[in-house]
């Protein structure tokens, strides 16, 4: 079916985002995650909002997990443009296009689920600027907000990464022979060590491990929920984690909170 929507103009960042009139529906996921940072950090509070002149209230439309075509890659650029990651802008909302969805719903506070909605829009349009954790912390650092399961990276002082995690779920395990308690360590950390892909521990296999603490790491994982389900460590998508990689040198700081 094809569905006439207005053009809606969105600023924010020094630009402006475009979603033009497209053609939605549906197909199969599967989508690449570049292989550098996004390219701007979440912009200040002066962004807004400007609709084309003559026209009705701004298109709202619902996309979800599946959704394919303009619509769907002018909101991957938009996540890209604000320093999340939702993989190639291909068009294709797959598994990293919902992960960069459910990191921004939840910095902008709103209820993170794999579709958009009017409020999602506005947000877009219109960003919220996440405050540090430790806003006298290092210049070049990484923040992983364990409360609202968020990781962010900085550079240089400058927000360049946000991404959703899933940290330890706080629950005794029994795994391979070992038994503990699925906590992830709170406080001031560096990366110590790094993995360049797959490395097995004595929990299971771990993608482009930065360890902070111990047997503790920030790593690539498929299965990033939408809850704390690690044994600990700090999960992220197996894209980001590509990014996340790059972003983190050994003795980069990396503060755990909440």
């Given at each position: 079916?094809?569905?006439?929507?207005?053009?809606?103009?969105?600023?924010?960042?020094?630009s402006?985002?475009?979603?033009?009139?497209?053609?939605?529906?549906?197909?199969?996921?599967?989508?690449?995650a570049?292989?550098?940072a996004?390219?701007?950090?979440?912009?200040?509070?002066?962004?807004?909002v400007?609709?084309?002149?003559?026209?009705?209230?701004?298109?709202?439309?619902?996309?979800?997990?599946?959704?394919?075509?303009?619509?769907?890659?002018?909101?991957?650029?938009?996540?890209?443009?604000?320093?999340y990651?939702?993989?190639a802008?291909?068009?294709?909302?797959?598994?990293?296009?919902?992960?960069?969805?459910?990191?921004?719903?939840?910095?902008?506070?709103i209820?993170?689920?794999?579709?958009?909605?009017?409020?999602?829009w506005?947000?877009?349009?219109?960003?919220?600027t996440?405050?540090?954790?430790?806003?006298?912390?290092?210049?070049?650092?990484?923040?992983?907000?364990?409360?609202?399961?968020?990781?962010?990276?900085?550079?240089?002082?400058?927000?360049?990464?946000?991404?959703?995690?899933?940290?330890?779920?706080?629950?005794?395990?029994?795994?391979?022979?070992?038994?503990?308690?699925?906590?992830?360590?709170?406080?001031?950390?560096?990366?110590?060590?790094?993995?360049?892909?797959?490395?097995?521990?004595?929990?299971?296999?771990?993608?482009?491990?930065?360890?902070?603490?111990?047997?503790?790491?920030?790593?690539?994982?498929p299965?990033?929920?939408?809850?704390?389900?690690?044994?600990?460590?700090?999960?992220?998508?197996?894209?980001?984690?590509?990014?996340?990689?790059k972003?983190?040198?050994?003795?980069?700081?990396?503060y755990?909170?909440?």
């Open positions: 079916m094809r569905i006439r929507l207005s053009a809606v103009v969105l600023t924010g960042a020094g402006a985002f475009l979603l033009a009139p497209a053609l939605t529906g549906q197909a199969a996921p599967g989508s690449t570049p292989e550098t996004p390219k701007a950090a979440v912009p200040a509070q002066n962004t807004s400007q609709n084309t002149p003559a026209r009705s209230a701004p298109a709202a439309p619902r996309l979800r997990t599946g959704a394919h075509g303009a619509e769907v890659k002018a909101l991957q650029q938009r996540l890209e443009e604000l320093g990651d939702p993989g802008a291909d068009g294709e909302w797959g598994s990293a296009t919902s992960y960069a969805v459910w990191a921004f719903q939840k910095v902008n506070h209820k993170p689920t794999s579709r958009t909605s009017r409020r999602f506005s947000a877009l349009a219109a960003p919220r996440p405050k540090p954790l430790v806003p006298r912390g290092a210049a070049d650092r990484a923040e992983v907000d364990v409360k609202h399961q968020l990781l962010y990276v900085y550079k240089d002082g400058r927000l360049v990464l946000t991404s959703h995690i899933s940290s330890g779920s706080e629950q005794y395990y029994s795994s391979q022979g070992h038994t503990g308690y699925a906590h992830t360590p709170r406080g001031n950390f560096r990366v110590y060590r790094k993995a360049s892909g797959w490395e097995t521990s004595p929990l299971g296999t771990l993608y482009k491990a930065d360890y902070f603490d111990g047997g503790y790491a920030i790593h690539g994982e299965s990033v929920p939408l809850r704390p389900a690690s044994h600990g460590c700090v999960r992220v998508p197996m894209s980001t984690s590509t990014i996340v990689a972003l983190l040198p050994i003795g980069t700081r990396v755990v909170r909440g």
